[in-house]
């Protein structure tokens, strides 16, 4: 699979080790150049400095076929103007956005975007482990 990760935080570098790891053709695209740090030495990946919002940096990756694309940087709005551009703009399979607002991410949920919540699964993961005692 064809993989953009936009964001180099802590779960997008995770995010894109792995994938690399499993033999998926990873890019990832972050703003500042120093993030790419959290990759991997043996990421064979490609690295791009730039902003994920940009067509000029995002538009030449989206020519070619992408399966999968996650926004995942530190900012609910940006990640959810990535996912909603590119659905609507692009061809790739399916979109994620990684959104900490519960409240945001219930709403793009409806308006058909793939949203996932970190806020929302550790909450289900507290509460299942207080209902184990």
């Known amino acids: ?69 996650f926004a995942m940087t530190d900012k609910d709005n940006i990640n959810l103007m990535i996912a909603q551009k590119v659905k609507r703009t692009s061809r790739v399979k399916r979109v994620f956005a990684i959104v900490h607002d519960s409240i945001l991410s219930g709403l793009f949920k409806e308006l058909g975007l793939c949203t996932i919540c970190p806020t929302d699964l550790v909450i289900k993961e507290l509460l299942q482990m207080i209902q184990e005692d």
Do not use: T
């Open 1 to 69: 699979m064809r993989v953009i990760i936009i964001g180099c935080g802590r779960v997008g570098s995770v995010l894109a080790n792995r994938l690399d790891e499993i033999g998926n053709k990873v890019i990832v695209l972050d703003r500042n150049q120093n993030a790419f740090r959290r990759l991997s030495e043996k990421f064979s990946g490609e690295r791009i400095v730039g902003n994920g919002l940009m067509e000029e940096f995002l538009n030449p990756i989206l020519e070619q076929e992408v399966d999968l694309l």
